[in-house]
């Protein structure tokens, strides 16, 4: 018996692990998957969950974290196709800037932004962008 949470009824992200939501998914395996955020703050912006919902890290076993890092580092080696630099950030709870209550980093390529971490103005991702992305990060 893992710890944690039951899926949430109204969750975006499981929601997107049942197929019930469309995403750019751009990894996939029997606990993770990892697909492009809809307001991506730089070109390849990823967010990385486990399938398994749970709202942050605690509610987690140590051996589901795993699978989840193996997936972070396969998307961190596959960001560095876009950019050499990048961001790896995890927001836990409202104050931390959480709006979505499902386990998530955020995996950030870096191009040499004067802020990195100025998030107003995300414009929400298009097919034709997302597709080129996708190609890029879906590849092994
Ligand atoms: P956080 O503030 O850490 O909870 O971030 C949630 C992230 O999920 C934000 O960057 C949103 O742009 C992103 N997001 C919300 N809904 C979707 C969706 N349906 N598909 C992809 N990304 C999403
Ligand atoms: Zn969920």
Redesign the pocket.
């Known amino acids: 018996m893992t710890p944690g949470p039951a899926p949430a009824e109204k969750c ?1 992200f499981c929601d ?1 692990v049942a197929g019930r ?1 469309p ?1 750019y998914k751009v990894y996939e395996d029997e606990q993770t998957v990892a ?5 991506p ?1 730089t070109r390849g ?1 990823t ?1 990385v969950i486990p399938k398994r919902h749970g709202a942050r890290l605690t509610d987690y076993a140590p051996e589901e974290l795993a699978a989840v890092l193996r997936t972070l580092e396969t998307m961190c080696r596959r960001a560095e196709r876009l950019a050499p630099d990048y961001n790896v ?1 995890l ?1 836990a709870g409202a104050t931390a ?5 499902h386990l ?1 980093f ?1 995996l950030i390529p870096r191009y040499g932004e004067s802020n990195p971490f100025r998030s107003t103005g ?1 414009k929400r991702l298009g097919d034709d962008e997302a597709g080129n992305v996708v190609a890029e990060l879906s590849a092994r």
């Open positions: 975006i997107i939501a995403a697909f492009l955020d809809l307001f703050l912006h967010l950030g927001n800037g959480q709006i979505v209550f998530h955020h995300r």
